[in-house]
């Protein structure tokens, strides 16, 4: 059995070594060699891989096919005393002798002593194990502390060590892949959905970390999720879906790929409680899906009326089949909420207002949110278990729930999509060319950010009417409504 390997010099032995050693011992004993196994994995609790091979002499000494293990140390069996003292007994009831090519000496199971060796062997690997780990630990924590990069090399950033010692020197920006990761957590901030930039990364066969590989929902997720791309690292634990819960964020001694708004822009977009994934067919008009009905509170979704000649209108109708069809001309609708927009965002006290911000500020406060929300659900289960009194409970629910809804009411104020903030960005003169530059879905979100709910009225049949006096807002009450 022999698995890659360094000797008590610190020199690495590879298997073929291993094996050219292990079958030399066969020779000099007289032993016929009828099958060799070998591991690249690790042997310890930490492994990640199947041992196949390890499996596969398992099975071979339970059918009885062999007489004698050799083995290159005893490590190469396993670096867990449970596994290894299974091991131990599985030779014995089967009469396998056990040869130790670093002892150079052939263990028998029936000879109480030479198995008590063996079994403290076993104990002595699994301690090595446990106090490399713990020293790889420490190590780990103490770099991150430091501000120092751990672990693998996230996909657009290099490592450069020195050549004679191979040290770490730096960490630094990649510009090929440092770009893709800046259009990546760009485009999330603004909205785009990760299906739809998943696919048009693959669609423009945009490199990934791995060669020839594809781009998925999970490798986009964990890249906006990761603070090395701020020039950050994070002191706390890394979920499944990539994003880091606890601890906090520390200066790294590497420059950042994106900008940090934008990167905590991207992560709210991702965490956001109320997410939905929407077809990028839903994106295509302004109001469809935003506006709802003020008589049956409908969604109002997009029609195309017939006129004379077959042209084809663009309406905003109410979907529900029970309704009497509220509707209104999309031209209409559309140059009437875009301008409120516009105005709305040049105004000087709205843009004084935005100022207040703050996308880290929102997760902060999503975070409290949910803490408090979990503190919550505890109380209630150690009432049940315990037998706390009703009353207690009620005391203890009215001061906390405020609390939860003051940490949610401050995450709402706070928010603010990218796409809003790029509107202010300069001088208002420059709205209307900004607007126009925009995608739908960036549309869509500054809409629903400035104005939504908005909502649609009916007004007498045949009647002309003002989209002004039709379409109200959240923060404003229809100034005339026509039954």
């Not at 301690?127 to 991150?144: D, M």
């Not at 906090?248 to 956001?272: F, M, N, T």
């Not at 089949?321 to 909420?337: F, L, N």
């Not at 420059?430 to 925009?438: F, I, N, P, T």
């Amino acid at each position: 059995m022999a698995r890659v390997s360094q000797d008590k010099s610190g020199r690495a032995r590879s298997i073929t070594e291993q094996h050219e050693e292990n079958e030399a011992t066969a020779g000099e004993h007289s032993w016929h060699v009828v099958v060799k196994y070998q591991d690249e994995g690790s042997a310890s609790r930490f492994a990640t891989k199947v041992r196949k091979d390890w499996q596969r002499l398992l099975a071979d000494i339970a059918a009885d096919k062999l007489d004698v293990i050799i083995l290159w140390e005893t490590s190469r069996g396993s670096r867990r005393a449970s596994e290894w003292m299974a091991f131990l007994e599985l030779c014995l009831d089967h009469n396998v002798l056990i040869h130790i090519t670093t002892h150079q000496q052939t263990y028998d199971m029936h000879n109480a002593r030479q198995k008590r060796t063996l079994q403290e062997d076993g104990v002595d690997n699994e301690y090595e194990v446990e106090k490399t780990s713990g020293r790889v630990r420490r190590t780990t924590a103490a770099n991150r502390l430091s501000g120092k990069p751990t672990g693998r090399i996230n996909f657009g950033f290099e490592r450069i060590y020195d050549e004679r010692t191979r040290r770490l020197v730096e960490q630094r920006p990649l510009p090929a892949e440092a770009a893709i990761v800046n259009e990546i957590i760009t485009r999330i901030a603004n909205h785009t959905s990760i299906s739809e930039l998943v696919r048009d990364l693959n669609a423009r066969n945009v490199p990934t970390s791995k060669p020839g590989g594809r781009w998925g929902s999970a490798s986009v997720r964990r890249i906006v999720f990761t603070p090395a791309y701020v020039g950050k690292v994070s002191t706390g634990r890394r979920l499944a879906s990539g994003q880091y819960v606890g601890g906090q964020l520390l200066d790294a001694g590497w420059p950042a790929i994106v900008d940090e708004e934008d990167w905590w822009a991207a992560q709210r977009v991702l965490s956001a409680p109320e997410r939905k994934t929407s077809k990028p067919g839903n994106q295509k008009w302004l109001l469809s899906c935003l506006m709802t009905c003020s008589l049956c509170g409908g969604r109002i979704t997009v029609h195309f009326n017939k006129r004379a000649g077959g042209r084809r209108v663009p309406v905003y109708l109410c979907s529900a089949v029970e309704c009497t069809k509220i509707g209104i001309t999309m031209e209409s609708a559309d140059e009437y909420v875009e301008a409120v927009v516009k105005a709305r965002v040049a105004s000087a006290d709205f843009r004084r207002e935005l100022a207040k911000g703050s996308d880290a500020g929102v997760i902060a406060a999503q975070n409290e949110a949910e803490g408090l929300r979990a503190q919550l659900r505890d109380y209630t289960r150690k009432a049940a278990r315990e037998g706390i009194s009703a009353d207690s409970f009620a005391l203890y629910e009215a001061e906390i729930r405020p609390l939860i809804e003051a940490a949610e009411q401050r995450a709402i104020e706070l928010a603010v999509p990218l796409p809003l903030r790029a509107l202010v960005v300069g001088s208002p003169d420059d709205v209307e060319a900004r607007w126009e530059a925009m995608d739908m879905r960036a549309r869509r979100e500054v809409v629903k950010a400035l104005l939504a709910p908005v909502r649609l009225h009916r007004v007498g049949k045949g009647r002309i009417v003002p989209a002004a006096d039709r379409i109200t807002f959240r923060d404003a009450e229809p100034r005339r409504v026509v039954a």
